[in-house]
């Protein structure tokens, strides 16, 4: 079993920036694909970007202003958001699969554990 919390969410002005942080427990030693996704009210979860060892992947509407990194020693993966925007509203979820992607495509099916979310707000 995998626990994946995050934090980092709250409300931002248009233009600034956040930093998301999804720390990993129990059994982690195989969690090779790490993702954060993100769902608005009344719309599909979102891949947005995904880190499988040290190779990162973005959807189109985050590349340039959102990074995704990995702490092995802390098990913990961050996405760091700049230049944020209103239609970055939404619930954001952090994602672990014991499966190696390496595609900038992903359906929420090919993770096996989610944690429960932490909101961004972004005001214009």
């Known amino acids: 079993q995998v626990q994946l919390v995050e934090s980092g969410g709250g409300l931002v002005q248009a233009g600034g920036s956040l930093r998301l942080s999804c720390a990993a427990s129990?059994?982690?030693?195989?969690?090779?694909?790490m993702a954060w996704f993100r769902q608005a009210p009344g719309t599909e979860r979102e891949f947005l970007a995904s880190?499988?060892?040290?190779?990162?992947y973005y959807t189109d509407s985050v590349k340039g202003r959102f990074t995704i990194s990995r702490d092995n020693a802390k098990n913990t993966v961050y996405l760091q958001m700049n230049n944020l925007k209103p239609e970055d509203t939404a619930v954001y979820y952090c994602?672990?699969?014991?499966?190696?992607?390496?595609?900038?495509?992903?359906?929420?099916?090919?993770?096996?554990?989610w944690g429960q979310g932490t909101q961004v707000t972004v005001s214009s």
């Open positions: 880190i499988t060892w040290s190779r990162t």
């Open positions: 129990g059994r982690t030693f195989s969690l090779n694909t």
């Open positions: 994602a672990a699969s014991r499966n190696a992607y390496f595609r900038d495509t992903y359906d929420p099916a090919d993770f096996g554990s």
